[in-house]
């Protein structure tokens, strides 16, 4: 029996492969390569020493997709496949709309075709909203207004989910809303790499410090809410994630049926210039950056309630934010290293 990964081969779906096959599980990946590499099937081939399937099929091409759940013995699907830039989906709601819940409802309507009703979900904090006040999100405060196209799709999904495990409580689905995840594997093969300019807070670092990039700009630094004014979040490793992924498919595996619903960060928030100052010190780097204004849309601060994934999973976030820098440091030099070679 195989775990199906649609998005295996990009940022959390790579290390969660790692970590299935690491654990012995079989799996087959499936990606359209619309924001991956070819190369990292071969990574996480070259880090495991194990060998799987892999077909480069898109979620939206319902035919190539029957074809693979006809040819394998599929038991359950972990879906990573979707588009993820926040600014994107302002400017193309229709392109996220289309490719995030076209996609994940057509992977559905196959799943259910062949009998495949084990199912976890890529979900994201951002399904909250802004609660003000409330600043540690628990899985038991309802779904929020959320503030992009982007985090809508993971709102809208997760809703999607609701309606199909209700009209059908053979249904086996977990919703795992993911805090910020960073950091890469520590054997450097693979992490992320975000092609132009990244919006994201440690790709960008990564870049000022190997110096593709010249300065940071720290969105706010009066932020009342924060020990030192700028913005704050729960930063988790991905390693730690992808482990999150793993214990959340075992819970499946032993629960026939049901509707779980998991937080994954470290239940701890850690500021932007922590961060910044965290990866000077690590790595023994500069990264040169100035305070700029507030981003639009942006929270003070925001982190996880924790104790739900570790009361029902197992599962706590073990790395640190030194390590979260050092891996992340590490995987650009390596990157580096493979390209004067
Ligand atoms: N930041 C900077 N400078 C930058 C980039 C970010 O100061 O160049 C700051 C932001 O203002 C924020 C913090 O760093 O305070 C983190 O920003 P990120 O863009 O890294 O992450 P966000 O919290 O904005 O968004 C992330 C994911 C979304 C997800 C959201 C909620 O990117 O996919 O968390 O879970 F929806």
Excluded at 143 to 172: C, H, Q
């Amino acid at each position: 029996m195989a775990i199906l990964l649609p998005g295996g081969a990009g940022y959390i779906g790579s290390h969660t492969a790692v970590e299935l096959l690491n654990a012995g599980k079989e799996i087959i990946i499936i990606d359209n390569f619309s924001n991956s590499k070819p190369e990292v099937i071969d990574k996480i081939k070259q880090i495991t020493g194990k060998d799987f399937k892999f077909y480069e099929v898109d979620c939206l091409d319902r035919q190539s997709l029957e074809k693979v759940f006809e040819e394998n013995d599929i038991d359950a699907v972990i879906n990573f496949a979707g588009f993820k830039a926040v600014g994107e989906s302002v400017k193309e709601p229709l392109k996220y709309y289309h490719n995030n819940i076209t996609g994940a409802v057509v992977l559905l309507q196959t799943m259910q075709k062949y009998g495949v009703k084990k199912f976890v979900f890529s979900s994201s904090a951002t399904v909250y909203g802004d609660r003000g006040k409330e600043i540690k999100y628990v899985e038991t405060m309802k779904r929020g207004e959320t503030t992009n196209p982007y985090g809508t799709t993971k709102s809208m999904i997760e809703k999607i989910l609701e309606d199909v495990y209700f009209a059908d409580n053979d249904w086996d689905i977990a919703l795992l809303r993911y805090f910020n995840p960073v950091g890469a594997h520590e054997s450097g093969l693979i992490g992320e790499n975000p092609q132009g300019i990244p919006n994201n807070l440690m790709p960008y670092i990564m870049k000022v410090a190997n110096k593709e990039l010249d300065h940071l700009n720290i969105f706010g630094n009066d932020y009342k809410e924060t020990k030192d004014g700028t913005g704050a979040r729960d930063f988790l490793h991905v390693v730690d994630l992808a482990k999150g992924h793993l214990k959340a498919l075992e819970k499946l595996e032993k629960e026939k049926s049901g509707l779980y619903v998991y937080n994954l960060g470290t239940g701890t928030p850690y500021t932007v210039q922590e961060m910044v100052d965290t990866f000077k010190r690590t790595n023994n780097v500069d990264v040169p950056y100035e305070y700029v204004g507030r981003r639009a849309g942006d929270l003070p601060i925001f982190y996880a309630d924790s104790t739900k994934a570790k009361k029902e999973l197992d599962w706590t976030a073990e790395k640190t934010l030194e390590d979260m820098c050092k891996d992340s440091w590490n995987y650009i030099k390596q990157m580096e290293k493979n390209k004067g070679e």
